[in-house]
Structures are given as C-alpha cells and as structure tokens.
Nanobody, 124 residues
Framework: VQLQASGGGLVQAGGSLRLSCAAVSERIFSINVMGWYCQAPGKQRELVADINSFGRINYGDSVDSVKGRLTISRDNAKNTVYLQMNSLKPEDTAVYYC???????????????WGQGTQLTVSS
C-alpha cells in the first residue's frame, strides 16, 4: 500500500493550493480516516485535519489560524483525500504528510500509513 501525495510547491502569499493524496493498492479492504499533517522547520509534526469515511472532519488543536482557510475533502471511490488551502501565508510553509488508517485484505485491523511528504513553500 502506498500513499501518493502531490500538489506541493512554491506559492506566493495570498495564493491557493490543493494537495492530493491517493491510497494506491489492490490490497485495500477499507479506509477509515485519511488526513494531513504538517511539519514546519524545527517543529514537530502536527495534525492539520482528517476526515473519516462518513465525512466527519477533525481539525488539529494547533491550526486555529489555518482552519478558516482550508477545506479537507475526500473521494471514497478514488481512495483520495484533498486539502484545499487558500490565502496562504509564509507561516504555512511546511512539509505536508498524508496519513491514512486503512485495513488491507487479510489484516485483522486498521493499520497506519504515511505518504512521503510534499513541500509547500509560501513566499512573502
């Protein structure tokens, strides 16, 4: 199972960006939660937001400044989660990691998977 993230890059302040992450494998039985974490230089990785298979959204505790500027969504048919970020600020600069709790075929429970990380740099 692989989580393939895309959409990062260099954006000017005030711009917008959409990150995408697809869980790719024929071994996926079901996916519970998919979401995004970010890790800024010198800081710990923290939850931005995640969304379960029913569309319930959970925001990270430290992202109040971002919450009004982002939208997380999910396409269950494509096993893909999206993060739309608007009015970007330089402090949004971080590596964004995709995460999923999914159950492969043959597994007795859900397992945690991480994508490779995609860099978002917001210039002032």
């Amino acid at each position: 199972v692989q989580l393939q993230a895309s959409g990062g890059g260099l954006v000017q302040a005030g711009g917008s960006l959409r990150l995408s992450c697809a869980a790719v494998s024929e071994r996926i039985f079901s996916i519970n939660v998919m979401g995004w974490y970010c890790q800024a230089p010198g800081k710990q990785r923290e939850l931005v937001a995640d969304i379960n298979s029913f569309g319930r959204i959970n925001y990270g505790d430290s992202v109040d400044s971002v919450k009004g500027r982002l939208t997380i969504s999910r396409d269950n048919a494509k096993n893909t989660v999206y993060l739309q970020m608007n009015s970007l600020k330089p402090e949004d600069t971080a590596v964004y990691y995709c995460h999923a709790d999914l159950r492969p075929y043959g597994s007795g429970g859900y397992e945690s998977y991480w994508g490779q990380g995609t860099q978002l740099t917001v210039s002032s």
